[in-house]
């Protein structure tokens, strides 16, 4: 069945550094993915709507400058966190709507990002 | 905005079947799902239903749905302690159906 794939699966990235997390429909065309986010113990925030070939749209709250997202085709969107810092430690995950099949929705296996 | 509410604990014994609540408040939710979590994992979708149906049958999962209460649950039949894990309640509207409200998780322990 149609899978989407994030990676990496887990990054510890430095204060101040950049990470950058992927997010692949693997065998169907999403024009649109989104971007979540998951504190521990905590229910997942929608972030951003990524489109393919136009800015993103963020979700009151969220820093667009500091969570850069690029979907650059049809089948892979970039979420950026920028000048990471500790309190951006979280579970991002993505999801993909496959149009051709009933708009179901796939989510990726998620990120865990760690900044130290 | 639209909220999605569950209770945040459920414990059942193994063999016993389990029923996790939600209520939503956004009338023109379309999709409603039930995804789940288990530790350091991502979300596997379990079940869905559209708004203009009733009840859904899956193997071992029955969703119900009252549309006029806003209210859906998820009985999960021979509960095993493999189906230990957060459970997620979901709606999405028809408008754009990948944009997904969450409820908080319900952390379902299964005792032997």
């Known amino acids: 069945g149609a899978v989407v794939s994030q990676h990496p699966s887990r990054v510890i990235c430095k204060s101040g550094t950049s990470v950058k997390i992927e997010c692949r429909s693997l065998?169907?065309?999403?024009?649109?993915m989104f971007w979540y986010r998951q504190f521990p113990k905590q229910s997942l925030m929608l972030m951003a709507t990524?489109?393919?070939?136009?800015?993103?749209?963020?979700e009151q709250g969220v820093e667009k400058d500091k969570f850069l997202i690029n979907h650059a085709s049809l089948t892979l969107s970039t979420l950026t966190v920028t000048s990471a810092h500790p309190e951006d430690s979280s579970f991002y995950i993505c999801?993909?709507?496959?149009?051709?099949?009933?708009?179901?929705?796939?989510f990726g296996e998620g990120s865990w990002l760690t900044v130290v | 905005g639209e909220d999605v509410e569950q209770s945040l604990f459920l414990s059942v014994r193994e063999g016993d079947s389990s029923v996790i609540n939600c209520t939503y408040t956004?009338?023109?939710?379309?999709?409603l799902y039930w995804y789940k979590q288990e530790p350091g994992a991502g979300l596997q979708l379990l079940t869905y239903i559209f708004s203009n149906m009733d009840m859904k049958q899956d193997q071992r999962l029955t969703v119900l749905l009252n549309k006029k209460d806003k209210h859906l649950s998820l009985r999960i039949a021979d509960t095993q302690t493999g189906d230990s894990a957060i459970y997620f309640c979901a709606e999405s509207p028809n408008t754009n159906a990948g944009k997904s409200t969450f409820g908080d998780g319900t952390t379902l322990t299964v005792k032997p």
């Open positions: 999801s993909a709507v496959d149009i051709y099949s009933g708009n179901t929705i796939y």
């Open positions: 990524s489109n393919e070939g136009s800015k993103a749209t963020y």
């Open positions: 956004d009338s023109s939710s379309t999709y």
């Open positions: 065998d169907f065309q999403a024009t649109t």
